[in-house]
């Protein structure tokens, strides 16, 4: 089934600012910019470049220094950290480049957490972490802990709890650095097929090699958002 795009988050003028001592750096210089759902978006650029600061802020991690973030349609720029922590568990789902899974618990648990959070009852989070990890073919290893599993288990088990929420948006931290190529293939295969799902998927990377997944390339260099990248060699 096609689904349509719609836009999803719009930074308007947009500048993020760290000052230490007398220093100011600019992490992510002044940015106008919107990502849809049903496209997976690389954004890309070197280490050190505020790809990562960019994501942090399309994701309500922080606030911007200046400028306006919309969410669906929503001026989200003044909410309180609270209202922004309870936007991020309800429509947002994180998928972090280290996994980020509790190590005592097993790969069911890990994905029931942030259904728990939500205050859904321990039986149906645990009929939803089910179909959640049966979608990313983790049936069978459900009950493992973390230090049983691969790294590739681990990312899908990570992903699972991304989107057991049912989440609009989903953010990625570099999903395929801690990867094997085929783990990396399969990983990137699974998200362009959430975002044909009528999601936002939207993934930090500096490996050019994930371009042939990308509905959309943006690239960040010393702060600023573009169309195009300047030298190929500063990524690989």
Do not use: W
Not at 52 to 73: A, D
Not at 86 to 114: C, K, S, T, W, Y
Not at 195 to 216: E, S
């Amino acid at each position: 089934m096609l689904c349509m795009e719609k836009e999803i988050v719009r930074l308007e003028s947009v500048k993020k600012i760290y000052k230490t001592g007398d220093t100011t750096i600019t992490a992510l210089d002044t940015t106008t910019i919107s990502f849809e759902t049903s496209k997976l978006t690389l954004i890309m650029g070197p280490s050190g470049s505020g790809k990562t600061t960019l994501l942090s802020i399309l994701g309500c991690v922080i606030y911007p220094s200046e400028g306006q973030v919309f969410y669906k349609g929503q001026n989200i720029t003044n909410l309180s950290e609270s209202q922004l922590a309870d936007l991020r568990l309800r429509e947002i789902g994180f998928v972090f480049q280290h996994f980020n899974l509790i190590e005592p618990l097993n790969a069911l648990e890990n994905v029931m957490q942030p259904l728990r959070l939500q205050r859904v009852s321990k039986a149906q989070a645990k009929q939803m972490a089910e179909k959640a990890l049966k979608d990313v073919g983790l049936s069978q290893r459900m009950y493992n802990l973390p230090k049983k599993l691969s790294g590739g288990q681990k990312q899908r088990v990570a992903i699972a709890r991304a989107l057991v929420t049912n989440p609009t948006m989903i953010l990625c931290d570099e999903p395929t650095a801690s990867l094997d190529a085929k783990s990396a293939e399969a990983i990137m295969t699974e998200l362009k097929s959430f975002a044909q799902q009528d999601k936002a998927v939207i993934i930090v990377t500096h490996d050019l090699r994930l371009r042939k997944y990308a509905d959309k390339v943006i690239y960040v260099e010393e702060g600023k958002v573009s169309n195009t990248i300047k030298d190929e060699k500063v990524y690989k």
